[in-house]
């Protein structure tokens, strides 16, 4: 069965700062990938998905992540972080059942 | 075009109370697909429905149940509530199943007393 873990339930970094959200997965069967992103009493929203094709996958608002089959890693980043960014990041996966599993989530969190 | 609309969007039962959640997909979206978030566990499978079958289901007990109509409006069940099934219950509907993007509802959010 596919699974994600997701390193650090809380992340801190300054506005102008890198950021990088970690993610592994395990899986059986290539995998497909996804970042959701969610803001305060709100529901969750796609940042981004990875299919096939390129490995460096870009999503909306400046992230990216770049699946890494050897490492089976799927890790977020953004150049320059934003205060807009604070928020819980979760990494998805779906496989062979075509069930999709979250990772438990990653606080973000954007100091001035 | 509408989003996935989720009622009610907060509710408080007592223990041993059964509750109904309803969640109206995306207009042509055909899967609906249910989660239970709560802080520190994430976002836990319930089951997804897909032209009224369902699909998959996750490692809850079956006092928790769903179903799925005709028009793709879906609904959830917990019966005998308990303290720990307070939590944010969140639909997501897609078109068909696996790769396709999932769009999410804002959730119902049980408080069991």
């Known amino acids: 069965a596919q699974s994600v873990t997701q390193l650090g339930s809380h992340v801190s970094v300054s506005e102008g700062a890198l950021v990088l959200l970690r993610c592994n997965y395990s899986?059986?069967?290539?995998?497909?990938l996804f970042w959701y992103v969610q803001y305060p009493n709100q529901g969750l929203q796609l940042l981004l998905k990875y299919t096939t094709g390129a490995t460096l996958v870009k999503g909306i608002n400046g992230f990216e992540a770049e699946f890494k089959k050897s490492e089976t890693s799927f890790h977020l980043t953004k150049p320059s972080a934003h205060m807009s960014d604070a928020a819980e990041y979760f990494c998805a996966v779906s496989g062979p059942d075509d069930k999709i599993i979250f990772g438990k989530g990653t606080r973000l969190h954007i100091l001035p | 075009k509408a989003g996935v609309t989720q009622t009610p969007r907060y509710l408080i039962k007592t223990r041993g109370q059964q509750v109904t959640l309803s969640c109206s997909p995306i207009s042509g979206h055909r899967s609906v697909s249910w989660y239970q978030q709560t802080p520190g566990q994430g976002l836990q499978f319930l089951f997804e429905?897909?032209?009224?079958?369902?699909?998959n289901k996750g490692n809850f007990p079956g006092r928790f149940s769903g179903r799925q109509f005709s028009n793709s409006r879906s609904e959830m069940n917990v019966s005998t509530l308990e303290l720990g099934d307070s939590a944010l219950y969140l639909c997501?509907?897609?078109?068909?199943?696996?790769?396709?993007?999932?769009?999410f509802g804002a959730g119902s959010r049980l408080t069991v007393l």
């Open positions: 429905y897909f032209s009224e079958t369902q699909r």
């Open positions: 899986s059986s069967v290539p995998p497909y």
């Open positions: 997501a509907s897609s078109q068909s199943s696996g790769a396709n993007v999932l769009t």
